[in-house]
């Protein structure tokens, strides 16, 4: 009987434990800047505190290693975003003790598990690392920036992704007034975007240098850099970088 109680209590802990873990990240999404996938992380978080307290363990392995996985591939496809990742890690680490707890019992789901963990997670690492090889390394907005060799990163920059609609609109702004790149710097997010980053600035006659960076300051897109005063959006204006007022 002893035994049987102490096996109950312990399920209870890690129950406590993994709801505790979905109530972290509600707060990790709540406190970082709203995004599409904000609303979807806290109702997947919330659905995981169901069910953990359900002593449900499948589910929850099921919804934290899918929803880390997802958050990883979308970064890699995307941008990085560092509340994403502390928040898809929370996921993770939740998954990963409820597939634990469901190793012997569920195999075949828990290897799919882990092969879905391990190609998300290393899409996440590759991505950041693609072009390390051709490019120098430097500190830019306290992230390491991917640049090439004797590029001027003191100029204006403008942080943009090829997935995103509001970029392009910007870009081609950007491109028409200083199709050189005289006065500014497309940074495209993330590092693994810059081929493809270039070759769209190419297309809409752009001429200058592009550098990369694994994240926009803020996680916001597009966002133009002046001299560390930051301009997200509607906000964004070429005049700013001539005449270097702040609306």
């Known amino acids: 009987m002893d035994k049987s109680l102490q096996i109950i209590e312990n399920v209870q802990k ?6 505790f873990i979905f109530l972290l990240v509600i707060s990790i999404l709540l406190y ?4 599409v996938l904000t609303g979807p992380g806290i109702i997947a978080a919330l ?6 307290l359900s002593l449900r363990y499948l589910f929850v392995a099921l919804i934290g290693i899918c929803a880390a ?9 995307v941008a990085y975003c560092p509340y994403c990742t502390a928040a898809a890690m929370c996921f993770l680490i939740a998954g990963t003790i ?8 569920h195999t075949f789901v828990s290897l ?6 391990v190609i998300s997670v290393g899409m996440f690492t590759i991505s950041f690392t693609a072009y390390a090889d051709v490019r120098e390394p430097v500190i830019l907005n306290g992230q390491t920036a991917i640049v090439a060799d004797n590029c001027d990163i003191s100029k204006p920059k403008l942080y943009l992704s090829t997935t995103c609609p509001s970029c392009k609109g910007v870009m081609a702004d950007f491109v028409n007034i200083d199709p050189l790149g005289e006065k500014w710097l497309p940074v495209v997010v993330p590092h693994s975007n810059l081929a493809q ?14 550098v990369s960076a694994s994240y926009p ?25 001539i005449k270097g007022e702040i609306e």
């Open 32 to 35: 970082a800047n709203y995004g």
């Open 98 to 105: 409820s597939l634990i707890k469901i190793v012997n019992k």
């Open 47 to 52: 659905t995981g505190i169901y069910f953990s």
């Open 197 to 210: 980053g270039e070759k769209m600035l190419q297309e809409l006659g752009y001429q200058g240098e592009v």
């Open 112 to 117: 799919a598990l882990c092969g879905v963990t």
């Open 69 to 77: 996985s997802a958050s990883f591939i979308g970064q890699a496809l």
């Open 217 to 241: 300051p803020g996680n916001r897109l597009p966002t133009l850099d002046i001299a560390g005063e930051m301009f997200v959006g509607s906000k964004i204006r070429f005049e700013k970088i």
């Open 14 to 19: 890690e129950a406590v434990v993994n709801a």
